[in-house]
C-alpha cells in the first residue's frame, strides 16, 4: 500500500535544501535521486532559501522535471509536470502548463534522445495522443488547450486516426471559438472528410461535409484573424503565409467537392431515367421529370464543371424527346 499521508515538513525542507545544494553546484543527476523522492508522497512544506520562497514539493517536482527533460527523458519529465497540475493547483500554472506543452511536443514531433546515449527510446503514437488530450483536459482555457487540441489533431492525422483528429478539431471550434487556430481546424476539417470520398458513385455524406466545412472556412476567415497576444512575431508571421496558401487549397477543395457532387446527380439521374418505372409510383405521369430534378441540382452545384455540361445535354434529350 501507498502510505498518502505528507511527508513530515522538516524532513522534506532538509531534503529539498540538500538537493538544491547539490543542483548549484552542477550535480543534477544526484539532486534529481532527492527530488524525485516527492513524486511517491506529498508536501506542503515551505522554505525561504537565499531570500527565495519555494513550495518544496511542486518546486521539487518541476526541477526534476526539468532535469529529466534535459537528459532526454521526455516521457518522464512531462509525468512530473503533469503530477504538478494535478496535485498542486496553487503552484505557477501557466510555467507547468507551457513545459507541458512543450515536453510533450518534443515527444510527438522531434526525434527521441538515445537512452544512456546509445539505448534507442521509440515513440508510441497512442501514449503522444493521450499526453496532448491530458493537457486541454488540464489546461482549461484560451492560451493551452486550443494549442494541446491542435497538436493531438494533427499528431492524429499523421498516425492514420481521423476520427480522432475530428474529435479533437470539433472541441477546438466549438469550447474556443474566438481563438486564432479555428481556422486551421476548419480547414482541416474540410481534408479530412475530402480524403474520404470515394467517387462520385459512392455515398456522398463525406463529399457534403468536406463541401459545407470547405465554404465555412471562406466565408467565416475570409479576413486572417489578427496576431493574438500568445503569439510570437515569427510565428505570426508563418500564420500569415500558411493561412493564405490554405485560402486558394479551401477554394481548390470547394471546387472538386462541387464536381463530384455534381457527378453523383448526374449519376443518380441516368439512373432514375433507366430504372425508375422499375420503382417509382406514378412513373407514367411523372414522366422524365424525376430525372431532369437531378439534372438541374447537378447544374446549379457546379454550374461549369463538366457534368453540368453532360446534365444540359441530358435535359435537351428529354425536353426533344418529350416534345
Known sequence: MKNRKPYDDMNAQNWFKEAYDLEQNGRSNKSLKIYEKFSKRRSD???NIEGKD???????LYRAAQIREKNGDWSKSFDHLRLIAQAYTSYNFELV???LMRVSEKLAKDKLPRKWGFIPRFRSGTQDRSRLNQIAGLARGP???PRALMSLAEISIKDDKPEEAVDALDRLVNLYPENYLCEKAYFLLATIYKDKVAGSSYDQG????ALNFFEDYLILFAEISPRSIHETDSSYKTRLAETKMRNLDAEKGRKEMRQVLAASKVEVGEYIEKFGKFYLTRWRELGSEPAIQFYNEAITTAPESDAAREA????AQLRSKND
Not at 519555494?54 to 521539487?60: C, H, I
Not at 463525406?206 to 461535409?209: G, H, I, M, V
Open 206 to 209: 463525406s463529399t457534403l461535409k
Open 45 to 47: 512544506a515551505q522554505l
Open 143 to 145: 492560451r493551452f488547450a
Open 312 to 315: 444540359e445535354k441530358k435535359i
Open 97 to 99: 502548463a507551457e513545459s
Open 54 to 60: 519555494f513550495k518544496v514539493g511542486p518546486e521539487s
